[in-house]
Antibody, heavy 119, light 111 residues
Framework: QVQLVQSGAEVKKPGASVKVSCKAS????????MHWVRQAPGQGLEWMGI????????SYAQKFQGRVTMTRDTSTSTVYMELSSLRSEDTAVYYC????????????WGQGTMVTVSS | QSVLTQPPSASGTPGQRVTISCSGS????????VNWYQQLPGTAPKLLIY???QRPSGVPDRFSGSKSGTSASLAISGLQSEDEADYYC????????????FGGGTKLTVL
């Protein structure tokens, strides 16, 4: 069935980087856009950016410009989100989510990856 | 501070009808469609309503959505205990370089 499986929880120190993976299965990887959305503990959802798995083009939320990099590996149907210069405020669950077409809706979500930033 | 405004909480008894509002502006809800997501405790969000009022396959028709101007609403009829969850509205925002924006979420309690 269609699913997105993310990598496991991470604990990082302030200033470090984290790279989260999201492996797609059950559909044609290059036919759907992929987004990253995060959720701080007890807080709402926050959009981080989008990658087009077909050509690799990306667009990031202004808040994360310069700190986030989204990439993909078509040979393994996996997208990656790397966030650098981590601070305590980046402690959150990070989700990947599939979108059928631009400005459509996120129809499939990964299970989430908890990233904890602590000294 | 979320771009879209939702009430932080809502409640109802089993069988009742409840509505959750979502207020935005001309750059988001006013010019783009609205989606709603349901997040059960400890799980990832799930698409509940897309394109203002469309239900994905498998979503009961107890859930319905509507949009008017720069506001949208989610209605749940025949409330059930399993509907207790957080609900988020979302829309594309055309300002700056464009981005997805969410409401702050509404925690629905079934009394």
């Amino acid at each position: 069935q269609v699913q997105l499986v993310q990598s496991g929880a991470e604990v990082k120190k302030p200033g470090a980087s984290v790279k989260v993976s999201c492996k797609a299965s059950g559909y044609t990887f290059t036919s759907y856009y992929m987004h990253w959305v995060r959720q701080a503990p007890g807080q709402g959802l926050e959009w981080m950016g989008i990658i087009n798995p077909s050509g690799g083009s990306t667009s990031y939320a202004q808040k994360f410009q310069g700190r986030v990099t989204m990439t993909r590996d078509t040979s393994t149907s996996t997208v990656y989100m790397e966030l650098s210069s981590l601070r305590s405020e980046d402690t959150a669950v990070y989700y990947c989510a599939r979108e059928v077409s631009p400005r459509d809706a996120f129809d499939i979500w990964g299970q989430g990856t908890m990233v904890t930033v602590s000294s | 501070q979320s771009v879209l405004t939702q009430p932080p909480s809502a409640s109802g008894t089993p069988g009742q009808r409840v509505t959750i509002s979502c207020s935005g502006s001309s750059s988001n809800i006013g010019s783009n469609t609205v989606n709603w997501y349901q997040q059960l405790p400890g799980t990832a969000p799930k698409l509940l309503i897309y394109s203002n009022n469309q239900r994905p396959s498998g979503v009961p028709d107890r859930f319905s959505g509507s949009k008017s101007g720069t506001s949208a609403s989610l209605a749940i009829s025949g409330l059930q205990s399993e509907d207790e969850a957080d609900y988020y509205c979302a829309a594309w925002d055309d300002s700056l370089n464009g981005s997805w924006v969410f409401g702050g979420g509404t925690k629905l309690t079934v009394l």
